[in-house]
């Protein structure tokens, strides 16, 4: 009998020792199985973290481009500024739709204006003076009426009648 239960004892052990080393490996399957759902979880945040990086990165290129072709605006107003503090002619330049710039020069104005000496070759720069309103002529003539006109008189009439049918409606005698 103490033999039996020996063997018996051997083979509950052999058991758990069994169901322990299945238990660890189904434990170790699902580590496994957690690790690798990280590391793609991983992989999938630095990809999108490169693409995000990638889209700021252009997005700072477009910026600086923003900025120095505003800088260029500002110091090319701030010459004809100068200029036209100075007395010279100011210039402009304008951006096209390439890189390239063209330089439009502004004309001084010409002609009859305060001092203007009616001499076509000066080239002094002339302020021309503010123009004096003028009132506009009418296309027809005013009309003054002489006396209450007709149709005044159909208006009144068709107000009468409308508030003479109003009462008899609302005091019943027409009805």
């Excluded at 793609?40 to 252009?58: D, M, N, Q």
């Excluded at 005044?152 to 068709?158: L, S």
Aim: charged share 30%; no cysteine; proline share 6%.
């Amino acid at each position: 009998d103490a033999e039996r239960r020996a063997e018996q004892a051997e083979r509950d052990a052999d058991a758990v020792t069994d169901e322990r080393t299945v238990e660890a490996e189904r434990r170790a399957e699902a580590e496994i199985q957690r690790a690798d759902e990280a590391e793609a979880l991983a992989r999938t945040a630095r990809e999108a973290a490169a693409t995000a990086e990638a889209g700021v990165a252009v997005l700072r290129a477009e910026l600086a481009e923003e900025r120095e072709r505003s800088q260029a605006v500002i110091a090319d107003l701030q010459d004809q500024l100068a200029a036209a503090r100075g007395g010279e002619e100011p210039t402009t330049r304008v951006a096209e739709a390439g890189a390239q710039t063209t330089t439009h020069v502004l004309e001084p104005v010409r002609g009859a204006g305060a001092g203007a000496t009616g001499d076509a070759d000066d080239d002094r720069p002339r302020t021309l003076k503010t123009p004096t309103p003028v009132a506009p002529t009418p296309h027809e003539p005013v009309r003054h009426h002489t006396g209450p006109s007709p149709g005044r008189w159909i208006a009144v009439a068709a107000l009468a009648l409308f508030f003479f049918v109003l009462l008899g409606l609302l005091l019943g005698f027409l009805g």
